[in-house]
Each structure stands twice: as C-alpha cells, then as structure tokens.
C-alpha cells in the first residue's frame, strides 16, 4: 500500500470516525459497523483472497447537516470506488485504477519509520493541548465557584477540535466575566457544559424511511438551554451567548441541580452497601441521566428492603464480578458475558430474580467466566507495559474489543519478540502506541499497529538482524 493509499484511507477514517458522532447515535453505530466491514475487506485482500463485494454506509458532517455515502467495494480488491464516493479521487484517476494497490505489501518497519516522527510530535501537542484545556477548565470552575465544567463532545480526537475547545472556554470566561461585572449575575453551583459553535451538536429526531425502518435523524444546531438536570448547555458564540445567558432561568437551574445532586449523592451512598451485601466487587450505576440515578436509587431500596432474606441466600459467597445497573428495557433482567468481568443487571430487576441468578449455576459460571477475564486483563497489562518498557516508549493500550484478545495478546508477543530488530530500525522512545486492528495515526499521535502485523519482505534482513545479535552473544543492549 503506497503512502498515497494509506493518506486517502486516513482522509476518510477520519471524516466517519465513530468518536466525531457521540450526538448523533443512529449514525454513529452505521459508521462503526461500515469500518468493521471496510477493515475485513482490505483483511481480505492482504492474505491475497478475492474479496467479496461489500456495500459501506457512511455518514459525515457536512456543515449544519448530516450526510450519507454510499460505496460499493468490488470483488477485484479496489478501494478506488470508496475514494471516488468521498470525492479524494476524480472519475478519470478511478477510471484508471487509483485504489487498486496491493493491500498486502504493508512493510510494517517502513511504515513505523514513516510515521513514528511525524506521530510522536503529533502526540506531543494533543498532550501540551489537552493540558491548557484542563488547566483552563479549573481555573473557570474556580473563578465562577461553578459546581463542574465540561467542553465539547466527550473525545477531542485532534488539535483543530482542541482549539476550538480552548476557543470556547476563552469565550465563556469573558462572557460570564462581563455578566457579574455590568449585570450582577452569580452563576455558583451551577453545571456548565459549552460548546463551540462549529462542533455543537445537531438536534436529534426520530424518522422513518421509505422502507418504513425507524431511525434517528438530525436536524436544527442545538441552542443554549437549561436541562433537566440543571446543566446549562451553552454555544460560545461571542455575539449571543451573553443573551442567551441573560434570559436562561438560573434559578430553576439551580433547583435542578440540587436534585440532580440528590440522586448522585444517594447513588453513591448506597453502591457500596449494596457491594458488601452482594459480595461482588463493586457496584455501578449509569448516572448520565437523572432517571437513571433515580431508578438505580429506588432498585437498591428494593433490595435492601429484603436485606436479611438477600444476606442468607448470599452467604459468605465473594465473587469476583462486578455489578452495572442499567434502565435499558431491551435487555435481558441479569446478562453476562465470557469476554467480561461485569454482571450487567436491569434496574426493575426483581431482588429475588438477581439473587436466585447470582446462587445458581449460571451464577457460578458468570464468576468463572470472570476470574479467568480478570486474568487475562492482568497478563495483558503485564505485556503490554514489557512492551513499552522495551521501546521506551510514552503509551502502550489495546483498542481492539475482548472478543479478540487472544490475537491481539499473540500480536503483542510478536511485537515484544521482534524487538530487538525494530529498535535497529525505528526509534519508538516517546510514541504512544495502540495495537489495534489497522494501521493509522491518529490525531492524538497515538500509533496503531494491527495485531496480525507482518515483516513480510523484510523477514531474511530481520533473521540476520537477530541471528547477529544472538553471534555477539547478547553483550549489547
């Protein structure tokens, strides 16, 4: 794959990432399973099999509106029709196979060396960025005696959205600046989360297609508001922001924020009791809502109600799960998986239901099933910090899910194992490196490496490389 291809697939990663789309959840998950299926396409081609033609869905922001593309893939392996779709490409260069390179001539040392430098500054300044957001949020906080700040969507994935943060904590400072100075205003104890006009979030809205399938649309910018929570979401905007601010009704705002505070307060009052009478390790609760504070709140009074019937048919038993409470109705009552360590519990779940589930012998199963994930986890963390050790580097993480820990824990042996030869190659002291399914940089600095990586042509230069050092005798390091 020449630098041209990986630059084109780079250009529409990062237009469809799942992490830009955090507001708009319909076409989040159509993104995230279209990059699944763009991932096991270019898989396909690189182990030299015909792919099978794959139709990807995208969408993207286009200014103030949300849009769709459409890409067929063919079965000859060309990525040409999926550049074409994003207009990378003209007709002319996808007429004349623009795309078509082989996928599998990816030589990973080469490509280390080509992006390590460029990837390591890169990381720098989203580290440097990230520390002037942070520092600038608690200076705010502190100055205005806000009870809590955030800024933009929960990821910034690169410095443009990191500046436009600092750009809208700038403005927000200056306005409430102004407004206690000219207009006496007190905005103590409130929560304010505030967004820069250019990444605010769109408006979402139920829609149905002409095939009659329901989704999520998007539609009007959101406007400054206060919610039901009490959080003021504000757009910095340096012409109506104060406006928008002079007309917001605080005082609501605070009533809000004391009982939002309430249910927070009482949520984490009682996870550890429930902890201690369950003998799990701990016990969560979805607080992004307040609904979902205060059904976790009335669920664990349900329980313990029973306390002394619940402590009998427990007994001594610890397990080695922990407990997520959740108000999502399409899910089963008690759900677990063999890839987690966490016991996913609805929050109308009835305490005898939980209980009975938890003595059975699915509940021995489930605590199986995590003790051995717990294991996993501690092995993984344990190589992946040989690894960062041995190159020096700032970061090592895993981003692939758990249902592909095993290969990404033998891709992470490789890499441990090809050490020696890489560091002959490529100086990784100070990247951040994730080993992931792909290879791209992304715009934090941080390295992906895909767990099946290869040294393909390189593999004799690499064998004389390691068959020399073993000859010294292991005196160098």
């Known amino acids: 794959m020449d630098s041209d291809t990986k630059k084109l697939i780079r250009a529409v990663v990062r237009r469809v990432h799942p992490d830009l789309f955090t507001a708009h959840p319909f076409e989040r998950q159509r993104n995230s399973d279209s990059l699944k299926a763009l991932n096991s396409y270019v898989e396909q081609v690189a182990r030299g099999i015909t792919p099978r033609s794959t139709n990807v869905e995208f969408w993207v922001k286009d200014g103030e509106h949300l849009t769709r593309i459409d890409a067929l893939l063919p079965s000859t392996g060309s990525l040409g029709p999926l550049f074409y779709a994003f207009s990378l490409i003209t007709e002319e260069e996808l007429k004349a196979g623009t795309g078509r390179d082989d996928v599998a001539d990816t030589n990973f040392l080469e490509w280390l060396r080509d992006t390590v430098f460029e ?91 002409n095939e009659d399938h329901y989704g999520l649309g998007a539609g009007h910018l959101m406007r400054s508001h206060v919610a039901d929570d009490g ?20 005082e609501r705002a605070r009533v809000l924020t004391k009982v939002t505070m309430f249910w927070l307060k009482r949520v984490r009052d009682l996870s550890p009791v429930l902890r201690e009478l369950l003998g799990v390790q701990n016990v969560w609760c979805d607080t992004r809502t307040e609904q979902n504070s205060q059904n976790f709140v009335l669920w664990a009074g349900y329980i313990l109600e029973q306390r002394e019937e619940v402590a009998r048919a427990v007994g001594s038993r610890q397990f080695t799960f922990s407990l997520l409470v959740h108000s999502d109705a399409s899910s089963p009552m008690v759900d677990w998986s063999q890839s987690s360590s ?46 960062r050790q041995e190159f020096g580097a700032k970061h090592v993480v895993r981003v692939c899910s758990m249902f592909e820990c095993d290969r990404v824990l033998e891709g992470a042996r490789r890499l441990l194992e090809y050490a020696p030869a890489i560091k002959q190659s490529v100086d990784l002291r100070g990247a951040s490196l994730a080993i992931d399914d792909c290879y791209e940089v992304w715009g934090s600095g941080f390295i992906s490496i895909p767990y099946d990586f290869t040294l393909q042509e390189l593999q004799p230069q690499l064998l004389k490389l390691l068959s020399a050092k073993s000859s010294a005798g292991g005196g160098g390091g």
Do not use: W
């Open 119 to 209: 990837a390591v500054k890169i990381a720098e300044q989203h580290e440097s960025l990230k520390l002037r957001i942070r520092e600038s949020r608690a200076n705010i906080e502190y100055k205005y005696q806000l009870a809590s700040l955030q800024v933009g969507s929960e990821f910034a994935v690169g410095p443009l959205e990191q500046q436009r943060q600092i750009e809208a904590l700038r403005v927000l400072d200056a306005v409430l600046a102004t407004l206690i100075s000219e207009e006496g205003a007190s905005f103590a104890g409130l929560n304010f989360h505030v967004y820069h006009p250019d990444t605010c979030p769109l408006g979402a809205f139920g829609m149905h297609n």
């Open 231 to 250: 959080c003021l979401h504000v757009v910095a905007d340096r012409l109506g922001l104060r406006e928008a601010l002079k007309t917001m009704d605080l």
């Open 342 to 387: 966490i016991l996913q519990v609805r929050s109308d779940c009835p305490p005898r239901q939980l209980v009975e589930f938890l003595v059975s012998d699915t509940g021995v199963m489930a605590d199986q099933a995590a003790a051995a994930v717990q294991v996993t986890k501690k092995e993984e963390q344990e190589l992946l910090e040989r690894i």
